[in-house]
């Protein structure tokens, strides 16, 4: 089992910046890959960032590359989310999420664990 708590998020003018971090607990982190999804009101959940078990490979949705940046530190089990130049768009709940290999899967899901999330508002 592992557990999952998000935490970063608040409320930031669109342009500014936010970092969020999230915390795992319950096995050997470096044995899965690491993701970012986002909710937004009335919408389905849908993939933002993921890396790979060491950070080698990155990937990201194509309405935030450029602007975030996704990465892991091994040693403080703990994944990032760097998100610059912010939209009002970007206002979602931001999960974090574990899969259950070290590999990110290639459509972005079969995520094993999910964090409780974390709410991003973005204000024009």
């Known amino acids: 089992q592992v557990q999952l708590v998000e935490s970063g998020g608040g409320l930031v003018q669109a342009g500014g910046s936010l970092r969020l971090s999230c915390a795992a607990s319950?096995?050997?982190?470096?044995?899965?890959?690491m993701g970012w999804f986002r909710q937004a009101p009335g919408k389905e959940r849908e993939f933002v960032a993921a890396?790979?078990?060491?950070?080698?490979?990155?990937f990201y949705a194509d309405s935030v590359k450029v602007r975030f940046t996704i990465s892991r530190d091994n040693a403080k089990n703990t994944v990032y989310l760097q998100m610059n130049s912010l939209k009002p768009e970007d206002t979602a709940v931001y999960y974090c999420?574990?899969?259950?290999?070290?590999?990110?899967?290639?459509?972005?899901?079969?995520?094993?664990?999910w964090g409780k999330g974390t709410l991003v508002t973005v204000s024009s």
């Open positions: 999420a574990a899969y259950s290999t070290g590999w990110v899967p290639m459509d972005y899901y079969g995520v094993a664990y």
């Open positions: 319950g096995r050997t982190f470096s044995d899965y890959a």
């Open positions: 890396t790979s078990w060491n950070g080698g490979r990155t």
